[in-house]
């Protein structure tokens, strides 16, 4: 098996609709490239986080792979990691990778996720008042 091919952990926000929609059409769009992708729903499994030395407010808020290396990546760096397994993904991965392209694309995907979880009441660091 190839390193490219070999399984790969995604931790998730399982309580996150849009997340599960994402991993769906991830999914479909990976084929039988997506049998070595382990999908980690984070819910309700702090403990199970920090035994693998992922800060459970930091899996809410930023994407985190494990890669088949074991090296866990976080952020852009675990989209670039999952989406660089699938051909038709690959374009979007090298883009959103480019210096110029990154920090727009790491903005924007932090201020949706912080958007998200204060609108549910689940953003950490108490910052849930409405």
Request: net charge positive; charged share 30%; proline share 5%.
């Amino acid at each position: 098996m190839s390193k490219r091919s070999a399984e790969i952990t995604v931790y998730y926000d399982g309580s996150c609709p849009r997340c599960i929609k994402d991993r769906d059409n991830y999914q479909k769009l990976a084929g039988t490239a997506g049998d070595s992708v382990c999908w980690f729903d984070i819910t309700g499994r702090d403990k199970e986080l920090l035994d693998l030395g992922i800060d459970p407010r930091k899996a809410l808020t930023e994407l985190h792979v494990k890669t088949a290396d074991d090296k866990i990546v976080t952020e852009l760096d675990a989209y670039i990691e999952l989406m660089s397994r699938v051909r038709v993904l690959k374009p979007g991965a090298f883009i959103i990778g480019l210096p110029i392209i990154r920090p727009l694309v790491a903005r924007y995907y932090h201020f949706s996720v912080y958007k998200r979880l204060k609108k549910n009441g689940r953003y950490p660091g108490g910052r849930n008042k409405k």
